[in-house]
């Protein structure tokens, strides 16, 4: 190993500026060295030879003389089996391990394998000797809790190379061989289950990429019927704080209809994943009957974890997924919040003292954000089969207010954007997602003509709140009046959902099919009543009665019985009465 | 054996600068001015220059004024001794207590393990029903109060405070009014809680640097108590006081402000206080109730705002009443599942019903004819405010419950409220004659009650 050792000459919070000799590379890994240990670090900026890096610990304690080496390496993460239901942070160190390691509290400088070194892993050949490969081709699969883990051509290997050796199928740790490959020159590679991949650069092992066209269920009725989500799309949760973002993800990741969810948590709080990490392992994923957590992932750098490592965080969260979209699974991408990742660029950015942008935010915003999403998408492999990758990010608007860099830049590059709103989750109206302002370009699950009928009973009853605002109920016709009640019933009754109720929490595709034609029917008939006052009585009691008909579930007697009394109760009221 | 060095090169703000090799990035120093000896910490190197931020300020400093490096970061004495005692945002003691010295520990240390924390699931009643039953405080959690100044804060976190079932009291004062200063200490003192709190006190008249220890001390002395089992309640006021600090030294150091002239780090700076919130697994915890005041009650201001996307919800304070609306607890479902079957529909409910009361009050004030619907939502809302909302009201969860069951029954029929009829037919108070489903007792009083109504 040539060493390359540089020295520090100035410290600024995070970042430390270095001095060196030899050639040093941007993105490259370096450690600062300081008295016991040494500090991770990312060069981002060089200028003549001193570089900047920036250190994704705590920089007490360093002092101007400290050495740093470089490692001539970027930033990579580990990928293999055993990655699912682990918990690591923004650097893919496993925190359970750390923990044993080093307590309660986390110690800078301590890194650790993102893999288990010691795992023996069902090793089944699948390549024979002889064959031609390319990088992502499958060599042979281990079992990983519910999947076939493929264990493939390293994705850093161009060109084409022939299986000169494989292992019998027999049980292997990660860093065994389990192939031997020839390039045209002759020369061996020895593969492991392990490999590494700079996490700034996407996977594309694959064929092709594809348009997203297949609805991801989320079980969240106002989002499926709505403002679908497609597999492989991209979308964002912009809204205040308070009004419900990391409830949808956190519902999402226990109801998403995909076979992985990575949940990136960047820069929020701590608490939030605690409840993911202590509850998943005992809730069933009802698809495979086994614990929610043998499909989930998560990556953990919280607001008072190192601020650079967010960054890190995401971009270790979207290879992961890529890694395992390449096995022809199906993987969503949660991240909350992207606002962090960005104020991170922001703080760094002013270290540097590049010019600023718009509110202080470094100019190069807008394309990291883009190339960040466009690492979301559903691709054919080269076996035919399909795989997707879904990413789902939150963002927190200064002050709640959309116009603001990180919204506008992100609302640039998604297909479909739920903007949370504070009046909708002041009332109580969760999921607060604004019917009227959030968009989808991505198929649903319902018919769409009924949809779009829906969504013009919602415009027409807002049209004739804001008019009434202004006229008062006296000035408004009875018809008016009922257009009215009808969009807040469609409101009360589908577009909000109890998403801690076992039933009412999660509504399938076909039950949304079914419910959402009967609540169409009731939005479509024509009704009648003697005054305002019945009118109103004979709503309320109609979505108390549809929201009892959401808690019981679809197979069962009482779920007869409430569908007649909505069809007897429409009937009183009907023409035709 | 700590070299000094004599020559100051530059002084701005509180931040003055000396060339010095050897200086550890957040090391201490003593800096000796006309004024008397201050502490310094290092905020920057760059090459031999060393930028220090003076805790008492920089003025009284002359440029050949003495800097003595410390070889070691800022820290605080732990002990059982700080109990009962007031102290400086320094650490040095504010009352005529001995200063302390022994076991001192670092503060601003590393961020808990999020595998070692444990889900929060104990309730802390305060007995004030906007918060026990609307929104649950829970141990460990992390809440401010955002209040406009002249809204009576204090009182509120001191009412809480000691109601509260805690081992250890820990007030963070920051740009406190001395006053209030005072009136902190002597209502713990009459209250019989002073001899198990620490107060850590920066006044209005005190230096801008020393404001900004306030929270890590407070928060480091709290961490060594829960990690020694203690269930332990910070209460930091005010930490907008703390931000301004902030800004102050960021404008100092020439960084580029993002928002109202507050550094970029702002949401950092701020999470990695209230992040020492923490229920330990295997140890006790910290709960944090801080003061976060809003300059203009424009909740947009850059401190609230980046304040409510780190904790777990607010309290607004407003009129002196908790608004039902804006005031969350973020932590509230994991504890009022196991309160009452029916805590969580009245919490709702009533909500709901407030909202379309304060609709209704809205068409009114427009000169619009009241529905008999508007009617009974104006009798409700009125009630709910004087019989909920009054901070004088001091009753158990229980009976704020029973009486919102009843300020529903008076004004509504079951079916208006949009409860489940599940609940209905368990919680609904009787009218009158007919028998109750409630404890025989509450049943037997609805019955007088409504007896007397129909005399
Ligand atoms: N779908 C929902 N159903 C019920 N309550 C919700 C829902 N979404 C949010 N809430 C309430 O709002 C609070 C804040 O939600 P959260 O997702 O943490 O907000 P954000 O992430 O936008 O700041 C939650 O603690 C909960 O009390
Ligand atoms: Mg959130």
Request: net charge negative; aromatic share 8%.
């Amino acid at each position: 190993m040539s060493e390359n050792v540089g020295t520090i000459v100035g410290v600024s919070g995070n970042l430390v500026t270095v001095h060196f000799d030899k050639p040093v590379t941007q993105g490259e890994v370096g450690f600062v060295r300081t008295g016991e240990i040494a500090l991770k670090a990312e060069v981002i900026r060089i200028r003549s030879d001193n570089a900047e890096l920036q250190v994704f610990e705590d920089t007490t304690g360093v002092k101007v003389g400290d050495p740093v080496d470089f490692t001539d390496n970027l930033l990579t993460v580990e990928l293999g089996p055993g990655l699912l239901a682990q918990v690591y942070d923004g650097l893919q160190n496993p925190l359970p391990e750390l923990a044993e390691k080093t307590g309660f509290f986390l110690q800078r400088g301590m890194y650790l394998k993102a893999l288990d070194r010691e795992k023996q892993w069902d090793y089944t050949p699948v390549a024979r000797q002889g064959d031609e490969v390319t990088a992502g081709d499958t060599l042979g699969t281990v079992p990983e809790g519910i999947f076939a883990h493929r264990i493939m051509v390293p994705f850093g290997l161009t060109g084409s190379y022939t299986v000169a050796e494989t292992t019998e199928a027999g049980s292997y740790t990660v860093d065994q061989m389990v192939a031997k490959l020839r390039d045209e020159q002759g020369t061996i590679t020895e593969v492991t289950m392990v490999q590494t991949w700079p996490v700034k650069v996407p996977i594309k092992a694959y064929a092709e990429r594809l348009r997203p066209t297949e609805p991801l269920v989320t079980k969240v009725r106002i989002i499926d019927t709505f403002f679908p989500v497609a597999r492989g799309g991209v979308y964002c949760i912009p809204g205040p704080f308070g009004a419900g973002k990391t409830v949808l993800q956190q519902i999402t990741s226990k109801h998403a209809d995909v076979d992985i969810v990575v949940l990136t948590a960047c820069g929020e709080r701590a608490g939030e994943v605690v409840e993911t990490l202590r509850e998943f392992p005992e809730l069933t994923d009802p698809r495979t009957g086994k614990s929610l957590m043998e499909r989930t992932l998560i990556i953990c750098n919280t607001s008072s974890m190192p601020v650079a490592a967010r960054e890190a965080s995401v971009y270790t969260g979207v290879t992961i997924c890529e890694y395992y979209r390449q096995m022809g699974l199906n993987v969503l991408l949660l991240a909350d919040s992207t606002s962090r990742w960005a104020q991170a660029l922001r703080e760094m950015s002013g270290r540097l003292e590049e010019i600023p942008g718009e509110e202080a935010f470094p100019a190069y915003l807008e394309s990291v954000i883009a190339a960040f999403y466009e690492r979301g998408g559903v691709v054919k492999l080269r076996d035919g089969g399909l795989g997707s990758v879904t990413i789902g990010g939150t963002v927190s608007p200064a002050g709640g207010n959309f116009d603001e860099p990180v919204t506008q830049a992100t609302l640039k590059v998604v297909g479909a954007f739920h903007g949370l709103n504070r009046e909708r989750s002041d009332a109580r109206r969760y999921p607060a997602l604004h019917p009227l302002d959030s968009w989808s370009k991505y198929p649903g699950v319902v018919d769409t003509t009924q949809v779009a009928e829906a969504r013009s009973v919602l415009h027409r009853g807002n049209e004739v709140d804001q008019m009434m605002k202004v006229v008062g109920e006296e000035g408004t016709s009875i018809e008016d009046f009922v257009l009215y009640l009808k969009s807040e019933y469609l409101d009360a009754s589908y577009l909000q959902q109890d998403s801690f109720h076992d039933i009412d929490g999660a509504t399938h595709a076909e039950r949304q099919q079914y419910v959402f034609a009967k609540v169409n029917d009731i939005l479509a008939a024509k009704v009648f009543f003697p005054d305002k006052d019945s009118a109103r009585k004979w709503f309320l009691q109609l979505t108390s009665v549809t929201k009892d008909w959401n808690r019981v579930a679809m197979d069962t007697e009482e779920f007869k019985q409430l569908e007649q009394r909505l069809d007897s109760m429409l009937a009183e009221v009907s023409e035709h009465a | 054996m700590h070299k000094v060095y004599h020559r100051i090169e530059q002084i701005a703000g509180n931040v003055i600068m000396v060339r010095a090799e050897g200086v550890a990035s957040g090391e201490l120093a003593q800096v000796v001015g006309t004024l008397g000896v201050s502490l310094a910490q290092v905020i920057r190197l760059e090459r031999d220059k060393v930028s220090l931020q003076v805790f008492a300020g920089s003025r009284g400093i002359s440029t050949d004024g003495q800097v003595r490096f410390l070889g070691h970061k800022m820290d605080v004495s732990f002990t059982e001794a700080l109990l009962g005692r007031v102290f400086d945002g320094s650490g040095q003691p504010r009352d005529n207590g001995p200063a302390l010295d022994e076991n001192r520990i670092a503060i601003g240390g590393p961020s808990v393990n999020p595998a070692k924390r444990i889900i929060p699931r104990k309730m802390v009643r305060t007995g004030i029903p906007m918060i026990d039953i609307f929104n649950s405080l829970v141990e460990s959690q992390k809440l401010p109060i955002f209040a406009a100044a002249g809204e009576p804060y204090n009182e509120l976190l001191a009412r809480i405070a000691l109601q509260a079932e805690v081992d250890i009291i820990i007030l963070g004062g920051m740009g406190l009014k001395h006053d209030d200063y005072l009136q902190f200490r002597d209502t713990l003192e009459e209250n019989g809680a002073l001899s198990r709190s620490i107060l850590f006190v920066h006044t209005a008249a005190d230096p801008t640097v020393e404001c900004q220890m306030v929270p890590d001390i407070s928060l480091a002395v709290a961490e060594q108590f829960a990690l020694q089992n203690k269930r332990v309640l910070v209460l930091l006021t005010d930490m907008t006081s703390f931000a301004d600090a902030l800004k102050e030294i960021a404008i100092t150091m020439e960084q580029i402000p993002s928002n109202r002239g507050y550094p970029g780090d702002l949401y950092s700076q701020l999470a990695s206080r209230y992040e020492k919130a923490v229920d330990f697994e295997g140890a006790g915890s910290i709960t944090i109730l801080a003061v976060t005041t809003m300059p203009g009650d424009d909740v947009t201001h850059p401190v609230p705002d980046n304040t409510g996307y780190i904790t777990e919800g607010q309290f607004y304070l407003r009129n002196g009443r908790i608004e039902p609306f804006g005031s969350l607890s973020r932590l509230k479902q994991q504890v009022n599942g196991k309160t009452r079957d029916d805590h969580r529909a009245v919490m709702t409910t009533m909500i709901q019903l407030y909202a379309s009361y304060k609709e209704t009050l809205e068409k009114q004030s427009m000169g619009f004819r009241m529905s008999a619907w508007d009617n009974k939502l104006l009798i409700y809302g009125e009630r709910f405010e004087k019989e909920m909302m009054d901070l004088t009201v001091n009753i158990s969860l229980e009976s704020a419950l029973d009486l919102g069951w009843r300020i529903m029954a008076d004004c509504f029929e079951p079916e208006e409220t949009g409860v489940s009829s599940k609940l209905i037919e368990q919680f609904w108070p009787a009218k009158a004659g007919t028998a109750g489903k409630e404890t025989p007792d509450e049943a037997a009083a609805d019955e007088t009650q409504a007896a007397e109504k129909a005399e």
